[in-house]
């Protein structure tokens, strides 16, 4: 039965939206001094927009393993989808542990007013831990 897997909490793994020079980009960050393993991310963007329900489509991404306390790029992403709530479901193995865990942006949250430093990446955008 679902309650008697063991689901630890994730802790030390961040997802950023920050803007660049060039367009708006979303991060990984491993905050832990270890290694997290075989990552898989799942990207989606959903909500409601004019009373109509909005979908796009799913992205898959595997980033393979990722160094403690480094960052790594999931994907390039749109302003034009940030009026969507926009999820990426994260997963990963620490040894024979999998961890996963859904960080949500919620509609209208990827603003500058929510900019935040992110000293990882060396640039501001909205954090989500």
């Known amino acids: ?17 920050v803007r660049k020079e060039d367009g708006w980009y979303v991060y990984l960050i491993n905050k832990n001094t270890f290694v997290i393993e075989n990552v ?17 489509s799913v992205l898959r991404h595997r ?3 990722v160094v403690s306390e480094a960052s790594i790029l999931i994907e390039p992403i749109d302003p034009q989808v ?17 961890f ?7 509609q209208g949250s990827i603003i500058e007013e929510n900019f935040t430093s992110i000293p990882e990446l060396q640039l501001k955008g909205v954090l989500h831990v």
């Open 100 to 106: 996963d865990k859904k960080f949500v942006f919620i």
């Open 63 to 65: 980033l393979g393993n």
């Open 1 to 17: 039965m679902k309650r008697d897997i063991d689901f630890p909490k994730v802790e030390g793994v961040q997802v950023a939206v």
């Open 40 to 56: 898989l991310v799942t990207s989606r963007g959903y909500g409601i927009v004019e009373q109509e329900r909005r979908e796009t």
């Open 82 to 98: 940030f009026i969507l709530n926009n999820e990426y479901w994260v997963s990963y193995y620490i040894g024979n542990q999998i």
